[in-house]
């Protein structure tokens, strides 16, 4: 096993702002140079994952002319940087460009150059990790010093949570498009090993998430975290995609025949399944670079969207509702693509205190709620093809906001209203609160 993961995360926002200071041009250095900070998250003892949330340039005047390198920063950048470190207690990267499409190596300057800038910052707070980021038109390089290692490491994935995501995991190797994913090749030449390397959550297994697991392991996902703590019975047979009928009896555990599904369809497919409520697992949830939520209340929502918000997790939330009206009943459902730093739930109206109150009123009232089999299709399915354009951005929509209302009794599914009047901003999740949540002691 290996013994360091990292994982690095920046916001969109952020990756805009580093990409339009690094190309802005200099008087007389050839490239330019900045810092990035973040929050560091201990996941478990071999996992780090490093979100970033802020990015420090350096002034015109603080560069050196030398001709012999692209950049060269003066001592002042750096203590500034230094500076940030020690009043924050956070992470600091160096980043640079590389104006080159394909991922970027570090040049001979890089290699004498830049880890002493490292152990500079490691010796402010040597328990924080810190390291340099190198950036090109598309791609990432990155290394990493932990405490307690000698070598830099290099991180496992590298991405930018905006829609389309960049995604990029350094020793990637190519994936040949093998016959079974031959007719999806229009998702790009990247697209088998992004979906070989993603780690995917799916919270709830119920009516759709049983939907979505199964379509994406057609796709050709193979880590899965699989998040329930129900079991199959016969209220829910009327809708749990791959349960069997013997399994009623056997009392399986909604997570056991998801994998069972999974497996079937892709079977060197790497499952870690979590028999519990999510919130009894976060290292796990955490590890995920996209979740789906298929969970049944207004509060377990808003308490999974603000958990992947601290860890820069796009969100793909789906869920049906049968209501009875004057005319009859009426089936409406909604997929919601909730991506950190952009309007979230309660922007987009779909969560408010008025829902949240009715709810926790009715609670433990309401046994067996109306739910039946093709509208948790439907939306399992337009959930998917929502994931499969953030990860490969085939379709060449950018900054894309997904809100999609169904109504299903006309079998239509259209963007919602609401998407209209949206501000483009959140303000009820911000990026100063990454990471865990830090308790002020009075
Ligand atoms: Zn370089
Ligand atoms: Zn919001």
């Given at each position: 096993?290996?013994?360091?993961?990292?994982?690095?995360?920046?916001?969109?926002?952020?990756?805009?702002?580093?990409?339009?200071?690094?190309?802005?041009?200099?008087?007389?250095?050839?490239?330019?140079?900045?810092?990035?900070?973040?929050?560091?998250?201990?996941?478990?003892?071999?996992?780090?994952?490093?979100?970033?949330?802020?990015?420090?340039?350096?002034?015109?005047?603080?560069?050196?002319?030398?001709?012999?390198?692209?950049?060269?920063?003066?001592?002042?950048?750096?203590?500034?940087?230094?500076?940030?470190?020690?009043?924050?207690?956070?992470?600091?990267?160096?980043?640079?460009?590389?104006?080159?499409?394909?991922?970027?190596?570090?040049?001979?300057?890089?290699?004498?150059?830049?880890?002493?800038?490292?152990?500079?910052?490691?010796?402010?707070?040597?328990?924080?990790?810190?390291?340099?980021?190198?950036?090109?038109?598309?791609?990432?390089?990155?290394?990493?010093?932990?405490?307690?290692?000698?070598?830099?490491?290099?991180?496992?994935?590298?991405?930018?949570?905006?829609?389309?995501?960049?995604?990029?995991?350094?020793?990637?190797?190519?994936?040949?498009?093998?016959?079974?994913?031959?007719?999806?090749?229009?998702?790009?030449?990247?697209?088998?090993?992004?979906?070989?390397?993603?780690?995917?959550?799916?919270v709830g297994l119920g009516g759709g998430g049983s939907?979505?697991?199964?379509?994406?392991?057609?796709?050709?996902?193979?880590?899965?975290?699989?998040f329930d703590f129900d079991k199959v019975e016969d209220s829910n047979h009327n809708r749990l995609?791959?349960?069997?009928?013997?399994?009623i009896?056997?009392k399986l555990s909604k997570t056991?025949?998801?994998?069972?599904?999974?497996?079937?369809?892709?079977?060197?497919?790497?499952?870690?399944?979590v028999n519990a409520r999510w919130q009894e697992a976060t290292?796990?949830?955490?590890?995920?670079?996209?979740?789906?939520g298929g969970v049944d209340t207004y509060g377990d929502r808003g308490q999974l969207e603000a958990e992947?918000?601290?860890?820069?997790?796009?969100?793909?939330d789906i869920g049906m509702d049968v209501h009875e009206t004057?005319?009859?009943f009426h089936i409406s459902g909604q997929?919601?693509?909730?991506?950190?730093?952009?309007?979230?739930m309660r922007?987009?109206?779909f969560i408010n205190e008025d829902k949240l109150a009715l709810e926790a009123a009715k609670y433990g009232k309401v046994g067996g709620r109306p739910q039946v089999?093709?509208p948790n299709?439907?939306?399992?399915?337009?959930?998917?093809?929502?994931?499969?354009?953030?990860?490969?951005?085939?379709?060449?929509?950018?900054?894309?906001?997904?809100?999609?209302?169904?109504?299903?009794?006309?079998?239509?599914?259209?963007?919602?209203?609401?998407?209209?009047?949206?501000?483009?901003?959140?303000?009820?999740?911000?990026?100063?609160?990454?990471?865990?949540?830090?308790?002020?002691?009075?």
């Open positions: 096993m290996k013994t360091n993961i990292i994982k690095l995360r920046l916001p969109g926002s952020l990756y805009q702002r580093i990409m339009t200071d690094l190309n802005r041009p200099h008087d007389f250095a050839y490239e330019r140079v900045g810092f990035i900070f973040g929050i560091t998250t201990i996941i478990n003892e071999h996992t780090r994952l490093i979100t970033f949330n802020e990015y420090q340039p350096v002034d015109d005047d603080n560069y050196i002319e030398d001709d012999s390198v692209g950049a060269r920063i003066g001592s002042r950048a750096i203590r500034s940087a230094m500076q940030q470190v020690m009043d924050q207690s956070c992470s600091a990267f160096h980043v640079h460009l590389h104006n080159h499409k394909g991922q970027p190596n570090p040049s001979g300057d890089d290699i004498a150059g830049l880890p002493p800038v490292i152990d500079s910052l490691a010796n402010i707070d040597p328990d924080q990790p810190h390291g340099v980021l190198i950036l090109s038109k598309d791609s990432f390089f990155a290394w990493v010093k932990v405490k307690g290692e000698i070598q830099l490491v290099i991180p496992e994935i590298i991405s930018v949570v905006r829609y389309p995501m960049v995604i990029q995991f350094p020793s990637e190797k190519k994936v040949a498009l093998n016959k079974l994913l031959l007719r999806q090749s229009f998702l790009g030449e990247r697209s088998p090993a992004i979906f070989e390397h993603i780690k995917v959550g799916v939907h979505l697991v199964q379509q994406l392991a057609h796709l050709g996902i193979k880590h899965f975290t699989l995609i791959g349960a069997h009928f013997a399994d009896k056997l056991e025949i998801a994998k069972r599904l999974i497996l079937a369809i892709n079977p060197t497919a790497k499952i870690t399944i290292d796990k949830l955490q590890q995920c670079e996209v979740v789906f992947c918000r601290r860890y820069l997790i796009p969100l793909i004057e005319q009859g997929v919601i693509l909730s991506m950190p730093s952009q309007p979230c922007c987009m109206g089999v093709w299709g439907l939306l399992a399915s337009s959930a998917v093809g929502i994931f499969t354009d953030l990860v490969t951005g085939w379709s060449g929509q950018k900054e894309r906001v997904v809100y999609l209302a169904y109504d299903g009794n006309s079998g239509l599914i259209s963007n919602h209203i609401r998407l209209e009047y949206l501000e483009p901003n959140c303000d009820h999740y911000t990026l100063e609160q990454l990471g865990p949540p830090k308790f002020i002691k009075l």
